[in-house]
């Protein structure tokens, strides 16, 4: 196939058919206690059908204390390896891969659950924007962490999986540990970059000690972090050049691949990159009033007629005007100064511009998220010459704030003919085989 969008991919230790990667999106589809559901079975079937290469999960915690919600599908003990076979071989059937994402969200979690109060984080302090507590993890408390992570990829192998990613990335624990903007450690995890970097350096040793050389193992990271982009007088954090520093450590420490992402918390106005729908804030931000000191501060605001607006105005400045490829100049940064492929997420959703950027050299694939829930036959539509769909994902950002309280999918009713059939393909995923 000479066209580059779906030229296959080869990795150290996995090849993928073509350039067009799912990125990590799921809803809370699975049960309570972390065991997972036909329905998330067949929510990672409809991307694979639909012509993606490879499918990268959403956040699957390794441990119940690193969820960010409830009802995500975990790995974090042996009984969960039957159900996540189950999900690849599901995938498999339709030719394509499956990387599962090990995640620990550290003091960042929307809804906690019952069993822990506070996350864990390399802080004491409270996320500054919605105010999630948390507790400074101990040295033993880290090593503990570290091993969850292992013990997740070799899980993650047992079932037959095709590699895993570790979430670096959006402010999550191991962003937490990462950033300068996050990270007040005075111990051998804190200071310097260097130190900064010893706990994800820690994961990747203890995952190849435990899984070898031979399975696929990515990073998703947050090149650049804006870390200041809502909440004002808040440092900046980790920039382009530290990332790179980073990454090429990632390299020589045995990484396969980076997959680039942004922003220091999530959601941030560069990630996903688009709109802030405030009267669908409005009806979800109450589930998460609970979860932090300042979540009810913030439904307050979001309330105000001026004040909501005020919070919309400064994300969507935040957000810049170009939604398309908005990570690509980092990815293309840590593309010059690595070895290894790197895989670019934000936006993506035109052929044209896709192609320009592989045959750029700026990325060795994109992943996709909120296009592909709108179109989950995106790439059968780009083979069959389209070079945008003909309902294309608006950027709204419903999905993601409908996220925490419905089911995941595309709310955007101008994209249907009535929310009646908005409603219907949203529901399809419970039914769907
Ligand atoms: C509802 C929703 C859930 C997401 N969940 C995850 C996740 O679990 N892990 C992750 O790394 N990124 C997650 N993301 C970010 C996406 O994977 C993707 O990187 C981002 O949306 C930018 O890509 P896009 O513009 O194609 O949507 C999520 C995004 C959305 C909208
Ligand atoms: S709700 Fe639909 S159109 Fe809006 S961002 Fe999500 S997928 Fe795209």
């Not at 919600?69 to 189950?86: L, M």
Request: hydrophobic fraction near 40%; glycine fraction near 10%.
């Amino acid at each position: 196939m000479s066209d580059v969008l779906f030229q296959p991919l080869a990795f150290r230790n996995l090849t993928v058919k073509n350039r067009l990667f799912r990125s990590n999106i799921s809803g809370r589809f699975d049960n309570y206690d972390g065991s997972g559901t036909q329905t998330r079975i067949n929510w990672e079937t409809k991307f694979a059908k639909g012509g993606v290469g490879a499918i990268v999960s959403s956040f699957v915690p390794v441990t119940i204390r690193g969820r960010i919600v409830p009802n995500y599908a975990t790995i974090d003990h042996d009984a969960r390896i039957p159900f996540w076979r189950r999900v690849g071989e599901a995938v498999h059937a339709h030719d394509c891969k499956f990387i599962l994402q090990l995640s620990h969200g550290g003091r960042q979690r929307d809804i906690p659950g019952i069993e822990f109060a506070k996350g864990l984080s390399s802080t004491d302090r409270p996320d500054p924007l919605h105010g999630f507590e948390c507790e400074r993890m101990t040295t033993a408390q880290i090593k503990e962490a570290v091993d969850q992570f292992a013990q997740g990829a070799r899980r993650a192998r047992e079932a037959g999986l095709d590699g895993v990613e570790l979430h670096g990335a959006n402010g999550y624990l191991i962003t937490q540990f990462l950033s300068s903007a996050i990270n007040d450690r005075t111990d051998e995890y804190g200071g310097p970059l260097e130190n900064r970097a010893r706990f994800v350096l820690e994961i990747v040793a203890a995952i190849r000690a435990e899984v070898g050389r031979d399975f696929h193992l990515q990073m998703k990271i947050s090149a650049t972090e804006n870390a200041n982009a809502m909440v004002p007088g808040e440092p900046r954090g980790n920039t382009i050049d530290d990332s790179i520093r980073v990454c090429t450590w990632l390299e020589e420490a045995g990484v396969d691949a980076i997959h680039v992402s942004g922003g220091a918390f999530f959601p941030h106005p560069r990630n996903p990159v688009g709109d802030l729908p405030l009267d669908e804030l409005l009806k979800t931000y109450d589930s998460l009033v609970a979860s932090g000191t300042k979540t009810l501060r913030n439904y307050i605001f979001f309330r105000g007629k001026l004040s909501g607006e005020f919070f919309q105005k400064r994300w969507r400045k935040e957000a810049g005007k170009v939604f398309e490829g908005v990570t690509l100049a980092d990815a293309a940064a840590i593309k010059k100064a690595v070895g290894i492929p790197v895989i670019c997420t934000g936006g993506f959703q035109t052929a044209s511009f896709i192609r320009a950027a592989l045959e750029g050299g700026k990325c060795d694939a994109v992943s996709i998220a909120r296009s592909l829930v709108a179109n989950p036959d995106l790439p059968k539509m780009f083979a069959s010459g389209l070079d945008r769909p003909p309902k294309p994902c608006t950027y709204c950002n419903k999905c993601l704030i409908n996220a925490p309280e419905n089911p995941l999918g595309c709310y955007e009713e101008a994209r249907f003919d009535s929310r009646e059939e908005m409603v219907r393909e949203i529901m399809s995923v419970f039914s769907a085989n």
